[in-house]
């Protein structure tokens, strides 16, 4: 466990900005994700919801502050995973884009294939093992991709806009698959812009706004008692749209 | 004199596999299949280093690479002539006019074909799969061979471009093999040197051979992107 990451908390951020070529992207901010609770990154587009994540799981350099999360890896796992709001799909059949995974975090040989069925039968994708994964239906490469990130058994898992493509009845299914990970205790940090969504699954919310964090908390208290004109503006607005 | 007759006696040749004919045949083969894996051996891992590093001064390279490919396969030659022969830098090893100096020259050609469609295919893939394969942890040297399997198709047909190329010269192969009859003639050394004898069935036969093994390399381009799309998509 890293120092100064609480016992309650999956993800501590302190002090976070970040710029590039000399514009702040994501003005000063501080943090915490709760251990085995739905945080959801909620804000208009271009808030900077998809780069938060990407600080979050380490794939940017903060230019200030820190993120503490736990970079200790147990075998045949990875702490952190991450779905991309477009997803990555590599081109190879579903099966290989699921062993290629595991085989990248260490898994031995003798149990790729027995990891991989099992994440497949678990969403639902073991029918299409063998097809191209680019062949899919955008739904069903997004499962892939929520499918490929839970065989790494991750304790935190980032979510980028998971459903931001999908027609309903797909992101009810991915809504359901993200209940179901909750239930098994996975710690979820997603971005949404889609405030039904959001109201459906964050246990706490951060709304952000233009780079800024403009409110944290339990997504409850953040819905029926916004605290800040901005944040009361945008659910009126979607209340309204 | 009948306008035919060359062309039936090339015929001829090819039917009755007539062994000096064959023997030019396969050595080309040889030589130049060996050198398109000598090529493919280093600019696969090259081009796709280059694809996903970066590093000062690493668009000169890439257009360096570029410019090499339309390099002309005589002034090759001379250069490995130069390197080669007794009094050249690698003059010791004695490889000038045989085989082995013919396969490297077409490698030299090759290579630079082999980096520049290895960078620019890998580079694409590479900039759709980066910060996946940096999720899951993957190092350099993972991601790379990630990316060579995944564009193993369209790298495929890059080797058969190479290789294609290779297969039509006759600068290269004829300043640094010498055209010796029965150790260094190759399929196009041994046309230029037979139509300026006048043994046109010889060169009309291995003119034929030539433009069979280009249709062959074409049909399999095709074959491989079409199996490329069922495979992986
Ligand atoms: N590589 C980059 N270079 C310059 N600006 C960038 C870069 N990446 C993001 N930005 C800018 O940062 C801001 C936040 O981008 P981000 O992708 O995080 O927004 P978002 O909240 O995820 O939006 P959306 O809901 O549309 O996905 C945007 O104004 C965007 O233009
Ligand atoms: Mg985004």
Redesign the interface.
């Known amino acids: 466990m890293p120092d100064n990451l609480p016992p309650d908390a999956a993800l501590a951020v302190t002090d976070l900005s970040f710029a590039i070529d000399g514009i702040r992207l994501i003005h000063p901010m501080g943090f915490k994700v709760r251990r085995g609770r739905r945080l959801v990154v909620l804000g208009p587009n271009g808030a900077g919801k998809s780069l938060l994540l990407r600080l979050c799981h380490g794939l940017l350099r903060p230019d200030t502050g820190q993120i503490h999360r736990n970079d200790h890896h147990p075998a045949g796992r990875r702490a952190h995973a991450m779905v991309f709001q477009t997803p990555v799909m590599l081109r190879r059949s579903v099966f290989d884009n699921v062993t290629h995974a595991l085989a990248a975090i260490g898994v031995p040989v003798a149990q790729l294939k027995s990891r991989a069925v099992e994440a497949l039968n678990r969403f639902g994708l073991i029918g299409l093992a063998d097809r191209p994964a680019r062949w899919l239906s955008g739904g069903e490469q997004q499962r892939l991709a929520i499918a490929r990130a839970w065989a790494l058994r991750p304790e935190l898992l980032f979510l980028d806009e998971p459903s931001a493509a999908l027609d309903p009845s797909a992101t009810r299914s991915i809504e359901a698959m993200l209940g179901d990970l909750h239930a098994e205790g996975v710690t979820l940090m997603m971005s949404t812009h889609d405030l039904s969504q959001a109201r459906r699954l964050a246990d706490d919310v951060l709304f952000l706004a233009s780079g800024s964090l403009v409110e944290a908390g339990e997504a409850q208290r953040f819905f029926n008692d916004p605290q800040t004109a901005q944040a009361r503006a945008f659910i009126a607005g979607d209340l309204v749209w | 004199m009948d306008d035919a007759s060359p062309f039936m006696a090339a015929l001829t040749l090819i039917l009755r596999l007539d062994p000096a004919f064959l023997s030019i045949v396969g050595l080309s083969l040889r030589v130049t299949l060996t050198a398109v894996c000598l090529a493919a051996l280093i600019g696969l891992p090259l081009g796709a280093l280059l694809a996903v590093s970066r590093f000062r001064g690493r668009s000169v390279v890439i257009v360096a690479i570029n410019a090499l490919m339309g390099l002309p396969p005589v002034v090759v030659g001379l250069t490995f002539f130069l390197l080669l022969s007794r009094s050249g830098p690698l003059g010791s090893f004695g490889l000038l006019f045989t085989p082995s100096a013919m396969i490297i020259a077409q490698a030299s050609l090759v290579l630079p074909i082999v980096i520049a469609l290895t960078r620019q295919t890998v580079e694409d893939?590479w900039a759709?799969?980066r910060?996946?394969?940096?999720?899951?942890?993957?190092g350099p040297k993972?991601a790379i061979m990630?990316l060579l399997w995944?564009?193993r198709f369209s790298l495929a047909t890059a080797l058969l471009a190479g290789f294609g190329r290779a297969t039509a010269e006759v600068g290269a192969v004829l300043i640094v093999g010498g055209n010796i009859a029965g150790v260094t003639r190759m399929m196009t050394t041994a046309i230029a040197l037979e139509t300026s004898k006048g043994d046109l069935a010889l060169a009309l036969g291995l003119g034929i051979i030539l433009v069979g093994i280009t249709l062959l390399v074409n049909a399999l381009a095709f074959g491989m992107s079409r199996i490329g799309v069922?495979?992986?998509?």
């Open positions: 893939l759709n799969y910060e996946y394969l940096l999720s899951i942890g993957m993972q990630t995944d564009a069922r495979h992986a998509g």
